[in-house]
């Protein structure tokens, strides 16, 4: 069983001010798989002093100096690719395949990525008599969720430390593993004392000191809409910059044409990926309301491939990561059923022979309404929400008609159409007939689902402050 007791502050592994531990549940089989000490506002106020002076050495560090960190960073983390596999497979039970092939090969992308944008970037610009200077902002609270544990450290703690800030991270305490297993990559690597510091805890008691800090320069969180709600009111206070990656209801708009099977069939896989705890999931598919009868054959045959098992046993599909979500996502099934929908594959309850562990069905819901409660609310489990469209127009309205604006998709045999729908999709990203992810192309929304980008050469942005020196450029 692991414990870990300690935080990393300031190169240390130190004791908490005051002892309290959480148990960490192991969501495939429901024991506990270890503790972790839990953080407040004495350790946060240690942190971010650390973190603090810190900055006055690694904010004025050279680009080469910070891409020596990198690269180093990069080295440690491959030897430790294993481990990082199976503790998230432990704290959040993904199957074997999806913890190495994805959840740790996010990590190590990222930090890759930040990397070799580093290697480019450009941190001065004359425009006429002005220097334009990107410089570091300063000391970078992070509030990471259990989700894609790994994915959501490394897309923040890479283009931090490539920018030269230095930061506080909150892993989730729902899966700490990963997190505390990336400090020890951080200390291996020789990140300097004070950069990188790491404070197990929740929100309120750590997350909230966090977030209202008087020398915390920006907050970058990604959570739920209303998580990310609390944390900027908590921030306003100080007028400190927040970046949020928040929720999604994404619309995948099928077109119809020869490639409908195909389209459909990708549209419901990826919704399944993860166990459907992906905040940019195309969670609500909108088809030809006469083909409603061919989503529902090939929803019984594509969700029979995703049949729930142990992370070992070889299956797609993994359980959710804890009780709670398990009660959730059990509450929005059954308020489809009540509403209305019809249940083309899935349904309310456990999948037979698996009555230990937080697993549920993979449900697909056909001929619902872009009214109806599945089809408004964030799920976050393995839960597809199928809407007939009549024409082309309407479900482009249907599918901008969310608080949401994270992600959106488009298939289809006919190319320039879908791209044609993809620009009147109001969303940050916008997939087109299921493209492989790019580590290099901007990820964040628009409207409730936040604002900011994270990945690729757009991530440093948000860590940058733009110092105009007028006369610089002058003879």
């Known amino acids: 069983m692991r414990d870990y007791g300690k935080f990393y502050i300031n190169g240390q592994w130190v004791d908490p001010e005051t002892p309290k531990s959480?148990?960490?549940?192991?969501?495939?089989?429901?024991?506990?798989?270890?503790?972790?000490?839990?953080?407040?506002?004495?350790?946060?106020?240690?942190?971010?002093?650390?973190?603090?002076?810190?900055?006055?050495?690694?904010?004025?560090?050279?680009?080469?100096?910070?891409?020596?960190?990198?690269?180093?960073?990069?080295?440690?983390?491959?030897?430790?690719?294993?481990?990082?596999?199976?503790a998230v497979t432990e704290e959040m039970g993904a199957p074997d395949f999806l913890a190495q092939k994805a959840q740790a090969a996010q990590g190590l992308t990222h930090l890759k990525t930040a990397l070799n944008v580093l290697k480019e970037f450009q941190f001065e610009e004359d425009k006429g008599t002005t220097r334009i200077v990107k410089e570091p902002i300063g000391v970078v609270a992070m509030i990471t969720p259990w989700n894609w544990p790994l994915n959501q450290i490394a897309c923040k703690v890479a283009p931090a430390l490539a920018t030269g800030c230095t930061m506080v991270l909150k892993p989730s305490e729902v899966a700490p593993f990963s997190g505390y297993l990336w400090a020890e990559v951080m200390d291996a690597a020789g990140v300097p004392a004070g950069v990188f510091n790491l404070v197990n805890g929740d929100g309120p008691s750590v997350g909230a000191p966090m977030s209202s800090h008087p020398?915390?320069?920006?907050?970058?969180?990604?959570?739920?809409?209303?998580?990310?709600?609390?944390?900027?009111?908590?921030?306003?206070?100080?007028?400190?910059?927040?970046?949020?990656?928040?929720?999604?209801?994404?619309?995948?708009?099928?077109?119809?044409?020869?490639?409908?099977?195909?389209?459909?069939?990708?549209?419901?896989?990826?919704?399944?990926?993860?166990?459907?705890?992906?905040?940019?999931?195309?969670?609500?598919?909108?088809?030809?309301?006469?083909?409603?009868?061919?989503?529902?054959?090939?929803?019984?045959?594509?969700?029979?491939?995703?049949?729930?098992?142990?992370?070992?046993?070889?299956?797609?599909?993994?359980?959710?990561?804890?009780?709670?979500?398990?009660?959730?996502?059990?509450?929005?099934?059954?308020?489809?059923?009540?509403?209305?929908?019809?249940?083309?594959?899935?349904?309310?309850?456990?999948?037979?022979?698996?009555?230990?562990?937080?697993?549920?069905?993979?449900?697909?819901?056909?001929?619902?309404?872009?009214?109806?409660?599945?089809?408004r609310e964030e799920i976050f489990g393995p839960v597809l929400t199928v809407i007939g469209y009549d024409d082309i127009d309407q479900a482009i309205e249907m599918g901008n008609d969310t608080p949401y604006g994270l992600a959106g998709y488009v298939a289809g045999a006919d190319h320039d159409e879908a791209l044609r729908v993809a620009s009147r999709l109001r969303a940050g990203q916008i997939n087109v007939n299921n493209a492989m992810p790019d580590p290099n192309a901007p990820f964040g929304g628009y409207k409730q689902s936040g604002n900011g980008r994270e990945w690729g050469e757009h991530a440093f942005a948000d860590f940058l402050e733009l110092k105009a020196v007028l006369g610089a450029g002058q003879a």
């Open 215 to 375: 020398d915390v320069d920006m907050v970058s969180f990604t959570g739920s809409t209303r998580a990310g709600v609390e944390v900027a009111r908590n921030a306003a206070p100080t007028v400190k910059r927040v970046q949020q990656e928040l929720g999604g209801k994404s619309p995948n708009i099928i077109l119809d044409d020869e490639a409908f099977a195909q389209s459909v069939t990708g549209g419901i896989a990826g919704v399944m990926t993860n166990t459907g705890q992906s905040c940019n999931a195309p969670t609500r598919m909108f088809v030809p309301k006469a083909r409603m009868g061919e989503v529902e054959e090939i929803a019984k045959a594509v969700v029979d491939k995703f049949a729930p098992g142990l992370p070992d046993s070889g299956a797609k599909m993994g359980p959710l990561v804890s009780l709670t979500q398990f009660e959730k996502v059990q509450g929005l099934i059954n308020k489809g059923i009540e509403e209305g929908a019809t249940v083309a594959a899935g349904g309310a309850g456990k999948p037979d022979g698996l009555e230990k562990g937080y697993f549920v069905k993979p449900t697909v819901f056909t001929n619902a309404t872009n009214d109806m409660t599945i089809a």
């Open 22 to 86: 959480l148990d960490v549940i192991n969501p495939s089989t429901e024991e506990v798989a270890g503790k972790i000490s839990m953080g407040a506002e004495a350790d946060v106020n240690k942190a971010v002093a650390a973190a603090k002076e810190a900055f006055k050495t690694w904010g004025r560090t050279s680009v080469e100096e910070r891409v020596a960190v990198l690269e180093r960073c990069v080295e440690e983390y491959k030897k430790r690719y294993d481990e990082f596999a199976a």
